[in-house]
């Protein structure tokens, strides 16, 4: 007769094996969490070029003599650029994971402008489905303030996409608060309002539960992957503060608040922020941009040569380490992600040089947000999040030029 503790040894010696292979394996092989949330940030990073195409074109587009009717295709192509960068943005921190693992930035901003910029995406989508739009920003809105731009114009980006889109008649609006709170920040609120389908208080306990939304119904009519609203918290949340949803007569209030530091002149470096300062250049500069994107390459001479600049293109960094000493040059825009080295290698290179070489204004360009700090600390001046505006760019090249010296 064989024991029960007997057997037991031996199903417990049998099992063995197995499960070193799946503890191998466990080391060996990325979590499925991880692996998505790389993907998503190479999708965030190859889309963003583009994008930042689409943005900066129209752009210069509305800053030309257009026709009402052209006019409007330039603000239709503008909010559609901006809900796309808000989606990459969004996805990338789902991916990640709870909220606690965001690390909002801290950039200097002006407020008012992303305001401006969220109001004018509102009124664009509205005007397409022919919705009244309404927009009231309290007189005691900061300006220039320091916080998260990205995350922030993602979230509000989200909230107006479905104001619009779950609106079929009425109209929709955007009411922009702010509170004192203690340490000298801001409480600014955004609530968004629509006329639209309303919901019910089970439909509401939904809606920001991952890859979830309202209800079939919902689904079937309006489509989308109800990640959206939970991205939105949990960006929120990060910022400080946290998104609330209230049912009124014939429709729904989303409000989102967040904290900001209020700054009461610009900061010293340049950042990637909707609400970047305008800053002339003064002069010409000769610029080398590092960029192995034929596309980057062609929004990139569009822009520079607008603000009235020379570029020169190279898309390796080894090549770009070989102009630089060969060449003269007063800024470098380093792409973070070439095929060679990499930017923050060609980065530390070019700080390793003898002589004047060595203190050239370098800029690092990036759709990954995480990529600043490393860039920043092997010696970049200025970080741009792509996609950058016109704005953004001129102001950096002018900051880090004037840093530079040249």
Sequence with gaps: MVSRTSRASRRKTATTPARARRRS?????????????????IFAHEVRTPLTGIRAISDLLATSDLGERERLWVDTIKASADHLSALATLFVDAARGGGGRLTPRQDFFDLKALVRAAAGSLAGRAAAKGLDVKTKVSANLPGFVTGDPVRLRAALENLIDNAVKFTEHGSVALRIGAARRPGGRRA???????????????????????????????????GGAGLGLSSVRQAARAMGGDIAVTRRRGGTTFTLTVLLTPADKPAPKAQAGDGATAISPGRALRILSVEDNPFGRVVLNAILGELGHRVEFVGLGEAALARIKAGEFD??????????????????????????KRRIAIIGVSGRGEDEAAARRAGADAFLLKPASPRALAAALAQTAQAGGT
């Design 25 to 41: 394996a466990d080391v060996s092989t990325p979590r499925a969490p991880d692996a998505v949330a790389q993907a998503l940030a």
């Design 188 to 222: 600014v609120s955004f609530a968004v309002s629509d006329s639209g389908i309303g919901l019910t208080l089970a439909e509401i306990k939904r809606l920001f539960r991952p890859f979830s939304q309202a209800s079939a119904a919902i689904t079937a009519r309006f």
């Design 331 to 356: 800024a470098v825009l380093m792409d973070m992600v070439l095929p060679d080295i990499g930017g923050v290698e060609v980065i530390r290179r070019i700080r390793a040089l003898s002589g004047p």
